[in-house]
């Protein structure tokens, strides 16, 4: 048996792992304690990578849809002729824009696929790239937008007194706290002495280390968050020099927040003054600290306007890295960057962009609509249909209203998916491109500190990172394509020439790539590193990972000449919030006799999204629903009972689960289950697919379009009632 050193990528947490191996058997996984961090933190998921490895399912060739519906084997060299006959086909017939791509979490292993993929594109001439941000949390990359950038970036969590947590729960999805969250958070609450108020209407894995924890009633954030805003206000809270040197619109903002009485404010959330008092207490006395969102707020609708209510108190209390403090996301194996102690102006998040055919939807600072994808699919006529997609995502299980998302994928002329199993979303495709399991893949993080530029929750707040070569050659006799190879091998048939985008800003040229002899993904690797602040060659010494003390950073002062401001009464998110203060609550909120529930999202430890999970790893097997013990008991149910879930879109089967860690009147489920097309259906085998009972139309963002995925109002009957 040898112990070799890896990464994990079942997650966007990256955990170094020890991977025991008895020739090309995968014995087990265990963390990496020599490595730096993590602390020798994996999870169950990460602990599942041998069976994972070793699924008997897995495609070791591509596969190809004849008319008749059945599937042969392709090879990979016979695919890519196909594909690019038929793509330049439909250009020809259609223009570019008839072709988008799907950036999903199918990518996490695949680190050179996204570089490739914006190459392609930009290549054939569509603006039709997607992804699941637009389905996930769009309000923080737009609400950054229209607050402003701070240039010093965030406080680095050292320093935390306080942290503000709304709706996300790091110690289960790892997000904002990545590296061994339920330590970190252990020790930031303990030894540093950080306090931290959560905002969750479940007493949630990392709510029960708050020091103030509001559980307030689903859909209610912007409500709370304008309470607290209120209170800062009120009881002095405001870093007063700090608003007046780096702001704009203070006093619109106290005035939107005016009729956001504690009073108010307990009442329609379902908290107490006191609590709000309390929490607002701890921001208020805290000198440094942060603000974070999960998917929560963003799901129960009106997440870019939480968002910013989060940037806002963040401001108010001068929560951004300061001069000489140091700067918590270091690049390494990007270039230098020049942190600042000053802000960068707000800028449009909608309004500049591509404007759809589909319910006015459009392209945002968060990217093209997902919402938007399943007409352009199906809406023949529309100037902009789309006919071709690359897919590397799962949008039977992750989009909402999965009988629209069913008709697309039938519908769609061509449809290339890459998998290492054959999932609901693969028995779509045209095409099934088998691809590398992730210890057969190289590994890099240098993606992680991109996405941690655009979302806080990722990236290391040390200047950190690692290079591991894969570990295993794929199975004997297989025919195997990495993300980026479709496209480039595509782009190599139809004559283009492609080239990695580089990071030094619009006067740096793009490195075009061999288009005569492939690169491997060392060579991409080398491109996406050009210019890093420590050559990849030196982070490749370091097996284990490590910290690069050369690569740390300290924030410089303001430049004198700086008369940027971030914006405090962005007017549009003002706007909404004199809405929300205006409306009738209970209408909003649409419970009453019929639907007497709110359902809202939740993840579980043992699976990331709807990815392939080996069997045995969800101790129930499917996705139960979560439920207060009091409103099982008011039902008639016990755990383990079935029960039927009904929103006004239609009806899926469920399993109650006892958890008194839900607020009354509140149930929760995990997305990623269900029915599987082509297999009898079993709910007690397969969970249940909660999309199918959400709609894009209902409660959409008047932008990108995210519909209603959390508090969502539903009517639970015990099956034996349904009758
Ligand atoms: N184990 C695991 N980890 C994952 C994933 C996974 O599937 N499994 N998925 C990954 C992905 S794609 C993402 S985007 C991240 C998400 O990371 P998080 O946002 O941390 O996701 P969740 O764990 O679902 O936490 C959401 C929390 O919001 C609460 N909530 C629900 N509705 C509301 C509401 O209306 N208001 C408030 N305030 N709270 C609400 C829920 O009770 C829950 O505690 O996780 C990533 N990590
Ligand atoms: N109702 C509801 N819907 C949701 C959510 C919710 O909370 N509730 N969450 C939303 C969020 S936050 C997100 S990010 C999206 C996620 O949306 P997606 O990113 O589309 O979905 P995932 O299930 O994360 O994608 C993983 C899938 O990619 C495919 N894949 C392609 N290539 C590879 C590869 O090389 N390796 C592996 N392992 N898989 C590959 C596999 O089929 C795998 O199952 O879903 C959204 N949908
Ligand atoms: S948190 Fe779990 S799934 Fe994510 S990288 Fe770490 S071990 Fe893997
Ligand atoms: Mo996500």
Request: glycine share 8%.
């Amino acid at each position: 048996m040898e112990n070799r050193l890896f990464v994990c990528r079942n997650c966007g947490s990256y955990c170094p792992i020890v991977v025991s191996l008895e020739g090309d058997r995968v014995l087990k996984v265990e963390g990496d304690f020599d490595a730096p961090l993590y602390r020798g933190y994996t999870c169950p998921k990460g602990r599942t990578i041998p069976q994972q490895h070793h699924n008997p399912e897995r495609l070791l060739h591509s596969l190809k849809k004849l008319p008749d519906g059945s599937r042969v084997p392709i090879s990979s060299e016979q695919l890519v002729e196909e594909i690019a006959e038929r793509l330049s086909r439909i250009i020809e017939e259609s223009g570019p824009q008839a072709v988008a791509t799907f950036l999903g979490n199918g990518v996490i292993a695949q680190a050179a696929a996204s570089g490739m993929m914006i190459s392609f594109l930009a290549a054939i001439g569509s603006p039709m790239m997607f992804d699941p941000g637009t389905i996930d949390q769009p309000g923080l990359i737009m609400s950054m937008a229209l607050h402003g950038k701070w240039q010093g970036g965030r406080v680095h969590p050292d320093l935390f007194d306080a942290m503000l947590m709304v709706g996300g729960n790091p110690v289960v999805s790892k997000q904002h706290l990545p590296q061994n969250p339920a330590w970190q958070l252990k020790q930031r609450t303990g030894e540093q002495g950080m306090k931290l108020v959560v905002i969750d209407p479940r007493v949630s894995e990392t709510a029960r280390r708050a020091t103030v924890h509001l559980q307030a009633i689903p859909g209610e954030d912007p409500t709370v968050l304008a309470g607290l805003i209120h209170l800062i206000f009120a009881l002095d809270g405001v870093d007063e020099e700090f608003v007046r040197e780096n702001t704009q619109g203070v006093e619109d903002l106290r005035q939107a927040v005016a009729g956001f009485t504690p009073e108010y404010v307990a009442q329609r959330a379902g908290i107490t003054v006191e609590d709000l008092t309390a929490a607002a207490r701890v921001l208020i006395e805290a000198q440094r600290g942060d603000t974070a969102s999960g998917v929560g707020p963003s799901m129960a609708t009106r997440g870019c306007l939480s968002a910013y209510l989060n940037l806002c108190i963040q401001s108010l209390r001068g929560w951004w890295a300061r001069e000489r403090e140091p700067v918590s996301r270091p690049k390494v194996l990007s270039p230098r960057r020049d942190w600042r102690a000053q802000p960068t102006d707000p800028r449009p998040a909608w309004g500049f962009g591509l404007q759809t055919s589909v319910r006015g939807l459009q392209q945002t600072s968060a990217g093209m609509p997902a919402a938007a994808l399943p007409d352009l699919i199906l809406n023949r006529g529309a100037p902009d249909h789309i006919r071709a997609l690359f897919l590397h995502g799962g949008p039977y299980y992750a989009w909402p209203d999965t009988e629209k998302t069913k008709r697309a994928l039938s519908e769609i002329d061509l449809l290339i998916m890459h998998d290492l199993e054959l999932t609901p979303t693969a028995e779509y495709a045209d095409y099934v491109i088998a691809t590398y399991d992730q210890l057969e893949l190289p590994a890099i993080s240098s993606v992680n500190e991109t996405i941690g530029d655009i979302h806080p929750g990722y990236d290391w707040n040390e200047p950190y990172a690692f290079y591991r070569p894969a570990l295993l050659d794929p199975p004997e006799g297989s025919d195997l394509m990495e993300s980026w190879q479709i496209y480039y091998r595509v782009a190599q048939k139809l004559g283009l020439d492609l080239a990695m985008m580089t990071y030094g800003g619009s006067d740096t040229p793009s490195l075009p790539f061999d288009m005569v002899n492939e690169p491997s993904s060392d060579d991409i690797f080398e491109m996406m590193c050009n210019g890093s602040a420590v050559p990849l060659s030196e982070v490749k010494k370091h097996p284990h990972g490590a910290i690069f003390p050369e690569a740390a950073d300290t924030v410089k002062p303001r430049d004198p000449a700086c008369t940027a401001k971030l914006q405090l009464g962005d007017a549009a998110m003002l706007q909404q919030l004199a809405e929300v203060r205006a409306e009738d609550p209970l209408a909003r909120r649409r419970t009453g006799e019929q639907y007497p529930f709110q359902l809202i999202c939740r993840r579980m430890q043992y699976n990331t999204n709807g990815m392939p999970r080996p069997e045995g790893i969800v101790p129930t097997g499917y996705n139960p629903l979560w439920m207060h013990p009091q409103d099982m008991e008011d039902l008639g149910v016990s755990t383990g009972d079935e029960v039927e879930i009904t929103s006004r879109w239609g009806s899926i089967p469920g399993f109650a689960e006892g958890d008194d860690t839900m607020r009354p009147g509140v149930v929760g489920m995990t997305q990623g289950f269900g029915r599987k097309p082509s297999s009898n259906y079993d709910p007690r085998r397969d969970g249940s697919n909660i999309n199918e009972i959400l709609r894009w139309e209902d409660d959409p963002d008047p932008y990108h379009g995210m519909p209603r995925m959390s508090a969502i109002p539903v009517a639970v009957k015990a099956k034996a009632a349904v009758g």
